[in-house]
């Protein structure tokens, strides 16, 4: 009997970068298809499509890369991490920023449902907020980061403040970003 799933997503995981310095971007391409075409159900699957669009997008294969974390997302409708990609993909490789403001709050619904991950979905509907002069809906996730307690043993990021320095003068409350800043000093 040949390798495991979880064993060759991890090797193919493994000598990627290896893989690259050599030109073989054929090689990472195929055998991420071979995983996905081989994978017993949606989390194995999901898995390796996400190597592919990471893959993609190192190539610079925007369009590629979308469709298939819309691949992802078309079979599992309320997969968390397919559609922090989704709303990622728009702001980072597209810029799209109206379709990023839109995943975001998709994003953010199931982040809160499942109770993970709801301070970085927060932290990217910021810098999308911040990014399109959306201030009101800056006020309010800079709140709502502030205000959120993640539950035990609940995966998340620590506090960010990468986006602070990307608040124009007088956009945000004053008081907000205090309260925040002091949230970032004292972890």
Known sequence: MGESFWKRLK????????????????EVKDVAHRLIADAHDAEQRNNARSILVSHHQYLGDFEAALAV??????????????WL?????????????????NAAETT????????????????VRMRIALATGDFDKANETLSRLIDY????????VAYEGDFLENV?????????????SELLSAT
């Open 108 to 123: 953010l619904s199931l982040a809160t449902q499942q109770a993970v991950l709801v301070r970085q979905v927060l932290g």
């Open 69 to 82: 974390i819309e691949a992802q997302i078309e079979e599992k409708a309320d997969d968390l991490q397919a």
């Open 11 to 26: 090797r193919l995981e493994r000598v990627r970068p290896s893989l690259y310095r050599q030109g073989r971007f054929d």
């Open 168 to 180: 124009p003068a007088g956009a945000i409350d004053a008081a907000l970003i205090s309260r925040y």
């Open 149 to 156: 307690n993640p539950p035990a043993h609940s995966l998340d």
């Open 85 to 101: 990609a989704l709303t990622e993909h728009h702001h980072y490789a597209k810029v799209d920023l109206a379709r990023a403001a």
